[in-house]
């Protein structure tokens, strides 16, 4: 022990390294939380800057220390913040898709390091001592690849569905093939504990140092297991719960009955929460570490699982940027200062479209649409590993950020533009105004998404990939709030408090409500929270209570009810203009408004983009009215090509354009690749 510091046995050699990373962290930190000593605290610093990160593929091959410093130290030069290693399959796991697709054979390869032995465990320690020592931050996948996985051959510590006892899902990715690693039971505590355990001892040396954040990707259970998930005495504690036996309905299929869908649907979430999400989040906080999480996909009300993790993480382009607003606001709403994503994942389609031809100019359209749906941290997707004087290793399903490629001649100016605008999203907090119900019920009511939704991993209407506010709510920055943050918010000075964000008014328009958000939603009418309902919901579950139908018409007879939003709200919209850019609002302590205007093209991206659908060659502008603090001020904003837009109000009603100029090379139009599965 030195000073407090346990040197583990792996790291001795390191401990220059780590001293100098300590120091480097004390540095940052000092100097982005000012002289204020309770800034920290309440505002945590996850990384040493607001520079993005790139998720780093080891390919199950011997790691040489050698490269590792080569590519860090090329990192550094290309202006990125840090890494996250993801431990990933032998590229032979591949070959014919690799054949097929690049044209490229890989020898089989069995010289990595062994799946957590110590020699694994000293080269991602050393990886860890070289990052902090030149500045890069340094975080791990939790586990090798996704979704969640172990060699654990106990059946009930494995996923199971409902009806089919042979049921395994294989982790088709894991650094340890050919040996068998099979996923998880997130249903169950215990199971999530046996994985854990001697991952978090194997990562052990690697977490001394500066902190870093364990990752754990979206939820990517087959579709085959979706409606039938299962664990030992979930039958039970359903009827327990609910008062009535699901065998039948699961006997005849989850499909046909939506009310016992939508209960199933919440014990899931329930089980999964205790099972999965909580228990990963406390092994974080034992291991020191930030827990960084994509809830995207999981059988849970999402809104709800982003706000127990320390860094709520969305994803795209393989994931419609839009759908970051929910995690964007769950972290509003929860106190979660930093909106992380994965960035760039099958841009242009899946799987590896256009590698190694990307166009800067479409990822500065992409990630300016993150931008406009509060996202404040990039990771991207991103580098492989490759062995010093070779470029030819590639994932498959990324958008390639390696010596080489087409992207290196503009990527340090391009990560300087994400550098300046992260830096500016992350002052102050999320501006709030309007909350919009989030439309959970509805979905899981409505069960599958209709097959020209579906893709890869993307199966269920509870997912939301594809909602967006209502637009008339548009000018009014828009947040989305469910049950949970309902049930947490507070009337105060005439207005609800939850988290970091104040609302002046509830807009609801669903079909379906859970009964526990309308009692909710009466006792803040009744407290004065003006409330547009815009139509009458119906109760979801099996079980119905005839108190409904009483909670509906009392709260249409309270006075700050309608269904008409003019009636609703008496103020004007943070915008307005014939044509609002998708922005987003930051507001700093002292009332000053930070908004971010998104490029035109940026508006509702959907996946994928195609090779060149950034190409802008005139500027495009817009007549926008800002209200702040009162005052009007209409400006005739002029979006240049490829350019977004940060106009900083003061309380005063001062405007001032903030410089985030990046202008990428035009890009060439190419057509759409056909797509072909290969998984």
């Known amino acids: 022990m030195l000073n407090g510091i346990v040197i583990f046995g792996p790291m001795n050699r390191y401990l220059i390294m780590i001293l100098v990373a300590l120091g480097f962290m004390m540095t940052c930190t000092s100097t982005r939380t000012g002289s204020n000593p309770s800034a920290a605290r309440q505002k945590p610093v996850f990384y040493p800057s607001s520079k993005p990160c790139t998720r780093w593929w080891w390919f199950a091959t011997e790691i040489h220390k050698r490269d590792i410093r080569d590519q860090l130290d090329w990192m550094k030069k290309m202006n990125f913040g840090g890494v996250e290693i993801a ?30 032995s110590s020699e694994w465990t000293d080269v991602v320690a050393y990886t860890k001592a070289y990052a902090d020592s030149i500045g890069l931050s340094c975080d791990f996948t939790f586990g090798s690849a996704w979704p969640v996985a172990s060699p654990d051959r106990d059946p009930k510590y494995i996923t199971q569905i409902y009806g089919d006892p042979t049921f395994r899902q294989l982790l088709t990715f894991s650094w340890s093939y050919p040996d068998t690693q099979w996923v998880i039971n997130h249903l169950d505590a215990t199971a999530f504990n046996r994985f854990a355990t001697p991952v978090g001892e194997a990562l052990a040396p690697a977490l001394q140092g500066s902190r870093s954040a364990l990752f754990t990707d979206s939820w990517e259970i087959k579709l085959n297991a979706k409606n039938k998930i299962w664990t030992p005495g979930f039958d039970e ?19 046909s009955f939506p009310d016992v869908r939508y209960d199933y649907m919440l014990l899931l979430d329930q ?8 228990p990963y989040v406390e092994t974080c906080k034992k291991l020191g570490a930030w827990s960084r999480v994509q809830c995207l996909a999981s059988p849970t009300d999402v809104m709800t699982t982003y706000a127990l993790v320390d860094i709520p993480e969305t994803e795209a382009m393989l994931n419609n940027p839009d759908f970051s607003r929910i995690v964007s606001s769950s972290a509003c709403l929860a106190s979660k200062p930093l909106v992380s994503s994965e960035t760039f994942t099958c841009m242009y389609g899946f799987p590896a479209t256009y590698l190694r031809q990307e166009q800067t100019a479409d990822l500065k359209m992409v990630v300016d649409a993150l931008f406009a749906q509060g996202v404040n941290h990039h990771v991207y997707h991103g580098t492989p590993y490759n062995p010093q004087g070779s470029d030819t290793i590639d994932f498959f399903a990324t958008t390639y950020f390696g010596p080489g490629g087409s992207l290196e001649p503009e990527l340090p100016a391009f990560n300087t533009y994400v550098e300046s605008v992260s830096g500016i999203m992350q002052q102050g907090h999320t501006y ?16 599958a998404y209709p097959p020209e939704r579906q893709r890869v991993w993307v199966w269920g209407e509870y997912e939301m990939r594809y909602i967006s506010p209502p637009a008339e709510t548009q000018g009014y920055h828009p947040l989305w709030i469910n049950r949970h943050f309902l049930e947490q918010g507070v009337m105060r000075d005439g207005r609800l408090q939850v988290g970091d964000a104040s609302f002046s008014s509830l807009y609801v328009d ?30 979801p579950g099996q079980m119905k209570s005839h108190e409904y139908q009483q909670l509906l018409y009392a709260l249409m007879g309270c006075r700050h009810v309608s269904d008409q939003w003019s009636q609703v709200i008496d103020h004007p919209p943070l915008i307005s203009g014939d044509t609002i850019p998708d922005y987003w609002c930051r507001q700093e302590a002292d009332g000053s408004m930070i908004m971010f205007l998104a490029q035109p093209l940026s508006s509702h991206l959907e996946y994928p983009v195609y090779s060149g659908q950034s190409l802008m060659r005139q500027s495009v502008f817009r007549q926008l009215t800002f209200n702040v603090n009162g005052r009007s001020s209409t400006q005739n904003v002029e979006f240049k090509p490829y350019q977004s837009v940060v106009i900083r109000i003061t309380p005063s009603g001062k405007i001032k354009y903030e410089d985030i100029t990046f202008i990428p090379k035009d890009p060439v139009v190419r057509p759409r690749e056909p797509q072909k599965t290969y998984f």
């Not at 097929?100 to 062994?114: C, G, L, M, V, W």
Request: glycine share 4%; aromatic share 18%.
């Open 87 to 116: 431990w990933v399959y032998p590229l032979y796991r591949y070959q014919k898709m690799y054949a097929e697709k690049y044209n490229r054979h890989y020898p089989i390869d069995t010289s990595a390091q062994a799946w957590l």
């Open 510 to 539: 669903v079909q379906y409500m859970d009964i526990r958000a309308l009692r909710r939603i009466l006792a803040l009418a009744r407290e004065g929270l003006p409330v547009c309902l815009k139509r009458l919901p119906h109760q």
């Open 237 to 255: 504690a359903f009827r327990q719960e609910f008062g009535y036996d699901i065998i039948p309905f699961m006997n005849k299929g989850l499909d």
């Open 271 to 278: 089980f999964v929460t205790d099972g999965f999400y909580k």
């Open 432 to 447: 709030s105004d309007v909350a919009v119900y989030i439309p959970y019920e509805d979905a899981v009511m409505k069960g």
